[in-house]
């Protein structure tokens, strides 16, 4: 079943939260999770690997470089569950 | 010779989350021992039900995340190297003259089988990206220097249940080299998991008394079957006595020497005639400045194994002679189990309180002592003399032999 948007951006501020102690709360739109939230990239890896386990998609090693911000992820899900 | 001092001491064991805990249960003669409750006992039908898992998980300790980026062992060794790094009161301004030199025999052994199982059932796409920081041998020597932000290299001692009181000869060799002023050292094991449990069972290393769990690590006693499987880390700060004083550091115990010394035996049987061992011994004792008439306590090795504590006798016997038969021993793996790389930094930990208090700790569940080795075995705490000089002896795998020298000040 796909998720909307708001389900997508609430799952993945779970997941931050988890992997890092970053508050769900911090994790919304705008935000660029290496300037604003502060995540190393072994972590992106990780919540990444979470990700497509939580939503059902599949996030190639080529797009994660672009999901800079929480918005890039959270579009990204959302299409890629279509 | 430069002295080296204790000055500070951590632990999380089967027996309590701190030292002081788990030095008073050691005396109250309480057991670490319990049965698993873990599924994976019945799922798995192990041939050995119970085990010394750490009386305070990690989970109650530290925090979540900390929790999720590191192994079991490495979690432990923080928690430990923490009580010690303050017990000694934050040691040295200069963090690049501090080094960490830390044991474990296995390593991220759960992390390992775990990253595994989530393959085998899932795909290489759910393996985590921190599984091989986190399974990594060097994970905790990295994690304690990490976490107290000492510079002065982290280095890792790996020779199975040797690995602990080496990490500890070590740290004597580094300090007197003049290549650190405090160096901490100890080990760490967490490997209570279904496989190492098959595994060691498998070799019939293990204890199979299944009905008594706190009954069934017994040094020396005539029906001793095995060794029990435990978990923990202990940590000691070892500073020059130079050094401890111009801080007016409080000073437990001297470590006067420490020696290693090989088998090139049998990877798993211990030599039977107890050369590798002595001559540990010996050489720890003359790295003290120090004889064997000097020793009046032993922390020995002794896991509860038919032929291993046998091993350790002969070789005990080689050194000392009849005298052996006076000194005063201390098994005290019979409260807490084997903890592996663990185990050497635990059993020092427990006789540096031993040369410091004047108290050699009990030995537990000794009913019936195996007139094959007849030593002055420490059944209830007994007063030390003022001037304690004990070893603590630790064998591994491999053919390893580890002895360290701790002295009362």
Redesign the interface.
């Known amino acids: 079943m796909a998720h909307s948007k708001d389900e997508v951006l609430a799952g993945l501020a779970a997941l931050v939260n988890?992997?890092?102690?970053v508050p769900a709360e911090n994790v919304v739109f705008g935000k660029s999770f290496a300037d604003d939230l502060d995540i190393d990239s072994?972590s992106m890896?990780?919540i990444v690997?979470n990700a497509?386990?939580e939503f059902g998609v599949?996030i190639p090693d080529d797009k994660v470089s672009e999901l800079v911000t929480v918005d890039d992820a959270v579009n990204f899900i959302v299409s890629a569950q279509a | 010779m430069t002295t080296i001092v204790v000055t500070g001491i951590g632990a999380t064991s089967p027996l309590g989350g701190n030292v002081r805990d788990s030095w008073e249960a050691l005396l109250r003669k309480e057991s670490g021992i319990r049965s698993l409750t873990e599924d994976w006992v019945q799922t798995h039908e192990l041939p050995v039900t119970f085990a010394g898992r750490v009386k305070v998980p990690a989970v109650d300790v530290l925090e979540r995340i900390e929790i999720k980026r590191l192994d079991p062992s490495a979690q432990l060794a923080v928690i430990a190297a923490r009580e010690a790094w303050k017990d000694a009161g934050e040691p040295g301004d200069d963090k690049e003259r501090i080094l960490v030199d830390f044991a474990t025999g296995i390593g991220g052994l759960n992390t390992l089988l775990d990253a595994w199982d989530v393959m085998k059932e899932k795909g290489a796409r759910r393996v985590l990206p921190m599984t091989i920081p986190m399974l990594m041998p060097n994970a905790a020597a990295a994690a304690i220097s990490m976490d107290l932000s000492t510079r002065g290299g982290a280095r890792t001692c790996v020779s199975a249940c040797a690995s602990g009181t080496e990490s500890i000869a070590n740290a004597v060799d580094h300090l007197r080299q003049g290549i650190a002023d405090v160096v901490i050292c100890g080990g760490t094991e967490s490997v209570v998991h279904p496989l190492p449990i098959a595994a060691f069972a498998a070799m019939h290393a293990l204890s199979t008394r299944n009905d008594e769990p706190a009954r069934a690590s017994r040094p020396y006693d005539v029906n001793r079957d095995g060794f029990v499987l435990g978990e923990g880390a202990a940590v000691l700060i070892l500073e020059t006595k130079e050094h401890a004083e111009a801080r007016g550091a409080k000073i437990y115990a001297e470590i006067a020497g420490g020696a290693v010394t090989s088998d090139a035996h049998h990877i798993t049987a211990p030599d039977p005639e107890g050369n590798g061992a002595a001559r540990a011994v010996l050489d720890a004792l003359a790295n003290a400045g120090l004889t064997p008439d000097d020793v009046n306590h032993i922390n020995a090795h002794a896991t509860s194994t038919p032929v291993g504590d046998i091993a350790e006798y002969t070789a005990l016997h080689k050194v000392f002679g009849d005298r052996i038969k006076e000194i005063p021993v201390s098994a005290t793996k019979s409260a807490t189990g084997h903890l592996l790389g663990g185990t050497g930094a635990l059993e020092a930990v427990f006789t540096v309180l031993a040369a410091h208090e004047k108290i050699a700790p009990p030995t537990l569940n000794l009913d019936d002592q195996d007139d094959k080795i007849p030593l002055d075995v420490v059944v209830e705490p007994r007063a030390l003399p003022d001037n304690v000089v004990a070893i603590s002896n630790s064998f591994g795998f491999g053919g390893h032999n580890a002895v360290v020298v701790i002295k009362s000040v």
């Open positions: 988890d992997e890092t102690g072994i890896m990780t690997v497509e386990e599949k």
